[in-house]
């Protein structure tokens, strides 16, 4: 994997890898609140960045500005194309100080995604925790369609699964209502409430049990600050991710399909701007005219409890 820059602030220490401005490493305490990867790289997209789509495209293509476009299908379990294409590009470092680093990427396109971007992120660590801003600019000279997403997971020390099942593991979810899916994971339907049903996290204190998640979240919940939240408490300490107003859209992943000391050991809270499928369906997808720039922030934040 790529070089990786360093960060503290106050009682945060991050890692940021040049390959993808992927999120390495972020410590609170000393303790690991995102499950960190090393020189091997990530497992399950841990700590990337998902652009120009987050989650998933069917393989059947998808049309923009009067034309037909297909993505070369990278998830063999859907025979879908997964997380957009700049999480295995380096990005050059635009700015570093030691409680910041901007990493830029020039995306020039490919055949199944032939829109030119300028993408940069800044990660900085303050004393509150992690927060990470991303710009996109459409550098060619007509309309192009973007969505962006992240992929952290959050980590309380020990499974999330062993936490459960002694019942010291609550999850709060600020988002009114789920995606439905097919088997392949795309959209099957309109979001559905999850009003006091086994999906709706919104009480605070609820455990986490045996839910199976693989879930995209909307109709999200905001603070007075305009941000939606995640918090996973354990007995000690509690971590949180949350997302501004550009976000429309939570996944989340309880790792059951991975494998080994991996199953059911963290818990991937992914904002995105729009839900599965975006580029085919058109739902919150983002078009920038030949120039224009998105702005878009989420950050992860951790507290001891008691």
């Not at 059947?60 to 295995?88: Q, S």
């Not at 300028?118 to 927060?131: A, C, K």
Request: hydrophobic letters at 35%; glycine letters at 14%.
């Amino acid at each position: 994997m790529g070089d990786v820059i360093e960060l503290h602030a106050g009682e945060y220490r991050a890692g940021i890898d040049h390959t993808g401005a992927a999120l390495r490493s972020l410590t609170w305490r000393g303790r690991d609140v995102v499950w960190p990867y090393g020189a091997d790289g990530p497992t399950a997209f841990q700590g990337q960045v998902l652009a120009p789509w987050p989650n998933r495209v069917t393989e059947k293509g998808y049309r923009f500005g009067g034309a037909e476009y297909h993505l070369e299908p990278n998830d063999p379990a859907t025979g879908t194309a997964i997380h957009g294409l700049v999480h295995d590009r380096t990005w050059s470092p635009e700015s570093v100080s030691g409680d910041a680093a901007t990493l830029r990427l020039d995306f020039e396109g490919t055949p199944g995604f032939p829109f030119p971007l300028e993408l940069s992120v800044t990660h900085r660590l303050t004393g509150d925790g992690l927060e990470v801003t991303t710009t996109a600019r459409n550098r060619g000279g007509s309309p192009a369609p973007f969505g962006l997403g992240f992929h952290p997971y959050l980590t309380l020390g020990e499974p999330l699964s062993a936490l459960a099942e002694r019942g010291e593991l609550t999850l709060e979810v600020t988002a009114g209502a789920r995606q439905p899916v097919d088997e392949q994971m795309l959209p099957s339907g309109a979001p559905v409430p999850v009003d006091g049903g086994p999906l709706d996290f919104r009480p605070p204190g609820r455990g986490l049990g045996d839910t199976v998640l693989d879930t995209a979240f909307t109709a999200l919940e905001r603070d007075g600050d305009g941000r939606a939240w995640v918090r996973a408490s354990g007995p000690e300490h509690r971590v949180s991710l949350w997302c501004d107003s550009s976000f429309g859209w939570l996944q989340l992943f309880s790792a059951d399909t991975l494998g080994g000391a991996d199953h059911r050991a963290h818990l991937a809270a992914e904002p995105m701007t729009c839900p599965p499928n975006a580029l085919a369906t058109g739902t919150d997808l983002i078009v920038l005219a030949p120039g224009e720039s998105t702005g878009h922030t989420f950050g992860i934040t951790a507290e001891a409890r008691g």
